[in-house]
């Protein structure tokens, strides 16, 4: 028993747990304030060094963990995590883009990165220009003197258009402009961003690394320490971290991420294979379908396709009939984002995936494939199909 008195007792307790104890599992860090041993080692606290433990906001033990795992499965050396994948885009932004400065944006981009690109950087006084994320190398016809940032998505999260990413990078390369990827979609499993000379890799671990449709996170990874430390800088100065709890529900997952995407991309093929079959669909847009632009790329550069895909309707078919369809869905939710269990249906239009929609183009409708049984899957999508175009 300890002779403190009672609200001293309350704060302060004399016991640690043992350094052999096992477990299989992280430990859940919770903090804010974190304590130094003696006043020297709080002076020397260096907040360059990701493993240095100063205040619970830059990093614990969980987040450290978590982050150095995302960069090994991606190849990089350094991650950054963030509150949501959003706010990872915004940090790249935000972190290497001055006023005066301009971003080159796919023109089928994740619509928030564009709105961010509209309003705030505008307003920062920086410019966002939109490319045709099929130009290859003629991208280099976009390039202006004050061109700092390029950034590319592979695949486009709704028109599915696959970039040629090396002849990206190689004009970037050469205009010293760097490249940033959003590699959300292959999990940065399907697409190695690093060996073909990218710089930045932003992902929404939200998806797959979640894999429960209940946690908001994003990942910054690079490889250079100086492009890193210039991101953290930011991350520091805008506050930017994230709760161990999520992070330990992304540690959980993390073991089972690649056996996830090899059934999410194998029921998808069996679906998007039906889908193709079917007289209302007009294309598949499925990156392992020749229907869909940049298809040759995905062929040379990715190592999967993981649960997401969109198929356009054959422009006769008209938005109300598509939306009934998506509506007399049962198994298939409405619902953003990807990466759970459960499979869902979102219509889009062309219009608003690309302002330059380059082919004739009918409704969209987003499918996610979760771990349902697909023969399920299949009778789901064919009572909502009669139901809606009989
Ligand atoms: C391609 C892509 N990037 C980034 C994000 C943003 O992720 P979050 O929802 O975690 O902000 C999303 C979310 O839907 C996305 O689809």
């Known amino acids: 028993m300890s002779d403190k008195k009672l609200s001293t007792g309350l704060v302060h307790t004399a016991y640690t747990p043992p350094a052999n104890f096992g477990s299989l599992t992280t430990p859940i860090h919770h903090a804010s304030t974190v304590t130094f041993p003696n006043v020297a080692a709080m002076r020397a606290r260096d907040w360059r060094r990701d493993d240095q433990y100063s205040y619970g906001l830059t990093a614990t033990p969980t987040t450290y963990t978590l982050q150095n795992r995302i960069a090994e499965i991606e190849g990089g050396r350094h991650t950054l995590l963030t509150p949501s994948g959003l706010s990872a885009i915004a940090l790249v932004d935000l972190a290497l883009l001055r006023a005066g400065d301009e971003v080159l944006l796919p023109d089928n981009?994740?619509?928030?990165?564009?709105?961010?690109?509209?309003?705030?950087?505008?307003?920062?006084?920086?410019?966002?220009?939109?490319?045709?994320?099929?130009?290859?190398?003629?991208?280099?016809?976009?390039?202006?003197?004050?061109?700092?940032?390029?950034?590319?998505?592979?695949?486009?999260?709704?028109?599915?258009?696959?970039?040629?990413?090396?002849?990206?990078?190689?004009?970037?390369?050469?205009?010293?402009?760097?490249?940033?990827?959003?590699?959300?979609?292959?999990?940065?499993?399907?697409?190695?961003?690093?060996?073909?000379?990218?710089?930045?890799?932003?992902?929404a671990l939200t998806k797959y690394q979640s894999g429960g449709s209940d946690v908001l996170m994003g990942a910054v990874t690079t490889v250079e320490a100086s492009l890193h430390e210039e991101l953290k800088q930011t991350h520091n100065r805008l506050g930017l971290g994230v709760g161990p709890d999520d992070a330990y529900l992304m540690l959980r997952s993390l073991p089972t991420l690649e056996v996830r995407l090899r059934r999410h991309e194998e029921s998808a093929m069996v679906l998007a294979r039906w889908l193709k079959e079917r007289p209302e669909v007009n294309l598949l847009l499925h990156p392992a379908s020749p229907d869909c632009p940049g298809h040759e790329f995905w062929e040379r550069d990715f190592h999967g396709a993981g649960g997401l895909f969109s198929v356009t309707f054959q422009p006769d078919i008209t938005q109300a009939k598509i939306d009934a369809m998506v509506d007399?869905?049962?198994?298939?939710?409405?619902?953003?984002?990807?990466?759970?269990?459960?499979?869902?249906?979102?219509?889009?239009?062309?219009?608003?995936?690309?302002?330059?929609?380059?082919?004739?183009?009918?409704?969209?409708?987003?499918?996610?494939?979760?771990?349902e049984h697909p023969a399920d899957l299949i009778a789901d999508l064919e009572q909502a199909f009669t139901l809606a175009f009989a």
């Open 109 to 203: 981009v994740y619509n928030p990165s564009r709105e961010l690109g509209d309003s705030m950087l505008r307003d920062f006084g920086i410019s966002a220009r939109y490319y045709d994320p099929l130009a290859g190398l003629h991208v280099a016809d976009m390039i202006a003197p004050n061109t700092r940032l390029m950034w590319i998505e592979a695949p486009g999260s709704v028109s599915m258009e696959i970039p040629d990413i090396p002849a990206l990078v190689k004009v970037a390369k050469a205009h010293a402009v760097i490249t940033a990827i959003d590699n959300t979609w292959s999990a940065g499993v399907m697409l190695r961003p690093f060996d073909l000379g990218i710089d930045i890799s932003m992902q």
């Open 328 to 371: 007399a869905l049962q198994l298939f939710q409405i619902g953003f984002s990807w990466g759970g269990a459960a499979s869902l249906a979102v219509p889009y239009t062309m219009k608003g995936a690309r302002s330059a929609v380059p082919w004739e183009a009918g409704g969209l409708v987003r499918f996610y494939v979760g771990l």
